[in-house]
């Protein structure tokens, strides 16, 4: 699966455009600038819905000019990559190349990814104010400690702004101790006087102080209370007695929106109900779900006239509905016609499909009960989540499909990846078997093959790897290809490699795909040195390096390979032992055995040849993965040269010609050797005695000029006797 560029919605990282008639609320923002020109870091506003609370902190932001950057939270960012690549994007102008570089630290986890933002911001010279709407909808314990572990090591030049209906699960007392935390909760956002005489055009309306704080008292001088007082006083007849009826509180505002409010809008209730489904809004999707054609003029007229409706952005594009009206909305949506909501989500995603928002798409088409045409979705889209770190939001969305899964073959093959980037192994087979016969368009036939090599590879077994990629389908993927070449390179077939990994360098041209640009002449390196040509692997190897650190995948696993030939290749001491090292530390993030063998016995190479205080580790821990893998490849052979080259086993004979033909007897018992199988289980294989295969083995190797079962399975590939 190959690397993709993150995208983030543009109105998820602009602030709201501030509604037409707009009160700048002098003295909570003359406070929160004060707060935070005295050195205090964190700013905690918490209050209930409709408290005025992204208004606020948004005209604070619209008058002080400087550096800011808003993240506006939606349920899909309790994923913590999603998350973070959102704080990145919001950052990004301001901090060039924090998306690049926190994509790129994804792979490290959330400590590196933090450490990142962090390392990124302090080593510019503007001071920058960073908001995070509606941070109440994340949930994740994963994304409260690395915001957590933000507010810890926050720099000097970064104020951070929480806005959220409930307080965040964060050490906050310790922040108040250390006077590092400005405080907004409920009682101070409540309007005074003067505040609520502007907001209900109390001179234009005729309303005295005496019924204005009568509604201040009603509302207790919540900011949607007196929103929705204003907009029914507009037209109302009798002022003084509308001000008795009317009250505040949070259920009976409800009431008043559901029984009352919806009557004042009569020629748009239709319309406002229908766009309820909708979590943002523009004029052409309103158009497709309505069947109208002034959308855009509509919304801008709402939006304008209305505060419960929210432009997202500076041009009048995109909307969405306050909180409040939008829970009403959807409530009475399903009160009144729940098949025309299941419709209404079906046509948004197909709208959204259209227009390339897969991730809308697949929420609406959820909704809808679409649940095939939602996993077509999620199986072409796994690839763009996943190389983004995003497995939790792949498998939230797949856990949602339900059984739909089961019968589904992009499902089940994303199933497969999902096991196997998280190291489950008999479960990513399991997925494997249950996708093959689902596959029978074969249109995820080149996934299914590759992950299957991928899988086996992980597991140490290169003869079932090989067999996994045999009579597939022509590669068309970069990724395919890739993987086609690479376990060929990693079985020693280097001439069956090469081609191969010429396909996938020029798919990946084609298209580009940086990450397969990247790791592919890794695998020619691999098969270079191999074969004795150590400055063309040199060459590969550090030019597949520096176009990694350009695209920033220096971090991916897969460059372990790049750094393990740099090891090999290089003759300055301290050169040698830190490629070794980092060989060894990228190696270890994947959770192939093979590649953090070969990685491991590179740096034992390294370390014993220049000295290094852990070669003899290395060499124990390559030698005891080795031991667990039915067929370690090259790696094992490279091992093996390892300690006879230092002294520490007996050097193998020379094997460019075989001592013996082997016997037909032998022949057999060679064929079963990759198997995994035991002596005795071969023996009933073949139905002779365990004496007998032990006393064929014996010849074998002697034959192959080779110590042991792993090396002649090695030669005898390479010689194509098996």
């Known amino acids: 699966m190959t690397?993709?560029?993150?995208?983030?919605?543009?109105?998820?990282?602009?602030?709201?455009?501030?509604?037409?008639?707009?009160?700048?609320?002098?003295?909570?923002?003359?406070?929160?600038e004060a707060s935070v020109q005295s050195g205090r870091s964190v700013v905690l506003v918490s209050a209930p819905a409709g408290s005025g609370k992204s208004t606020l902190v948004n005209g604070w932001l619209d008058g002080r000019g400087g550096a800011s950057g808003w993240l506006q939270i939606d349920e899909g960012d309790d994923d913590p990559s999603r998350f973070w690549s959102g704080v990145a994007a919001t950052l990004d102008d301001d901090v060039p190349g924090l998306g690049d570089a926190v994509r790129a630290a994804t792979s490290d986890g959330l400590d590196a990814v933090v450490t990142t933002v962090v390392n990124e911001v302090a080593g510019i010279e503007v001071s920058i104010v960073l908001v995070v709407d509606d941070y109440h909808l994340v949930t994740n314990p994963d994304v409260h400690r690395s915001v957590e572990q933000l507010v810890e090591r926050l720099p000097r030049n970064l104020v951070l702004v929480v806005s959220t209906r409930v307080d965040p699960p964060f050490r906050l007392g310790r922040l108040r101790v250390r006077d590092q935390l400005t405080e907004v909760r409920a009682d101070d956002l409540r309007f005074d006087l003067d505040e609520a005489r502007w907001l209900l055009d109390a001179d234009i309306v005729g309303l005295g102080n005496v019924a204005v704080d009568r509604l201040l008292q009603r509302t207790e001088g919540w900011a949607a209370g007196l929103v929705l007082a204003a907009l029914s006083l507009r037209k109302s007849a009798d002022v003084d007695a509308f001000v008795d009826s009317f009250h505040g509180d949070d259920q009976l505002v409800a009431d008043y929106l559901a029984d009352e409010f919806l009557e004042t809008l009569l020629d748009d209730r239709d319309r406002l109900l229908d766009a309820s489904v909708l979590e943002r809004m523009s004029g052409p999707l309103i158009d497709e779900l309505t069947g109208g054609d002034d959308g855009a003029r509509w919304l801008q007229s709402i939006a304008a006239s209305n505060q419960l409706v929210i432009s997202l952005d500076r041009n009048g594009t995109w909307f969405r509905f306050h909180h409040l009206l939008r829970d009403m909305l959807r409530l009475e949506a399903q009160r009144t016609a729940p098949e025309r909501v299941a419709e209404l989500h079906r046509i948004a995603g197909d709208w959204h499909d259209r227009a390339g928002s897969a991730d809308e798409a697949i929420e609406h088409l959820l909704q809808a009960g679409e649940s095939e045409r939602a996993a077509d979705l999620i199986a072409a889209n796994a690839t763009r989540l996943l190389n983004r770190g995003q497995t939790f939001t792949v498998t939230r969305l797949l856990d949602r499909l339900g059984d739909t899964a089961q019968h589904h073959g992009g499902a089940a093959t994303v199933w497969g990846w999902i096991c196997f980037v998280t190291g489950r192994f008999a479960e990513a087979k399991t997925w494997l078997e249950r996708a093959r016969p689902l596959d029978t368009d074969e249109d995820d036939t080149g996934l299914i093959e590759a992950l299957a090599i991928m899988v086996h590879t992980a597991d140490g077994d290169i003869t079932s790897a090989l067999r996994a990629a045999e009579n597939g389908p022509p590669a068309v993927h970069p990724t395919?290809?890739?993987?086609?070449?690479?376990?060929?390179?990693?079985?020693?077939?280097?001439?069956?490699?090469?081609?191969?990994?010429?396909?996938?360098?020029?798919?990946?041209?084609?298209?580009?795909?940086?990450?397969?640009?990247?790791?592919?002449?890794?695998y020619q390196a691999i098969a270079e040195i191999e074969q004795g040509r150590t400055t063309r692997a040199h060459e590969l190897a550090t030019n597949a390096l520096a176009f990694a650190d350009t695209h920033r995948f220096h971090n991916a696993a897969h460059m372990a390979l790049g750094h393990s030939v740099l090891a090999r290749t290089c003759d300055d001491r301290a050169t040698a032992l830190e490629a070794a090292s980092r060989g060894v530390e990228l190696a270890r993030r994947s959770p192939e055995k093979i590649m953090l063998a070969y990685a491991l016995a590179a740096a034992a190479d390294a370390g014993l040849e220049h000295g290094g205080p852990s070669a003899d580790d290395h060499l124990s821990e390559a030698r005891s993965i080795v031991a667990t893998c039915v067929d370690p490849g090259v790696a094992g052979t490279y091992l093996g040269r390892v300690e006879a080259r230092h002294g520490l086993a007996e050097r193998p004979a020379a094997n460019a010609d075989l001592v013996e033909e082997l016997s037909d007897r032998e022949l057999s018992v060679l064929r079963f050797l990759p198997s995994g199988l035991s002596q005795r289980e071969i023996a009933g294989e073949l139905y002779v005695s365990l004496n007998t295969v032990k006393t064929h083995c014996k010849a074998i190797y002697r034959k192959l000029g080779v110590d042991g079962r792993q090396a002649a399975v090695q030669v005898a590939r390479e010689r194509g006797l098996t």
């Open 480 to 522: 395919h290809a890739m993987v086609l070449g690479g376990v060929r390179a990693l079985a020693g077939l280097f001439d069956e490699a090469a081609p191969l990994l010429d396909t996938a360098r020029e798919l990946a041209e084609a298209r580009p795909d940086y990450f397969a640009l990247a790791v592919n002449p890794l």
């Open 3 to 32: 690397g993709s560029s993150v995208t983030v919605t543009s109105t998820k990282i602009s602030p709201p455009r501030p509604p037409s008639r707009y009160l700048s609320r002098a003295r909570l923002i003359d406070a929160l």
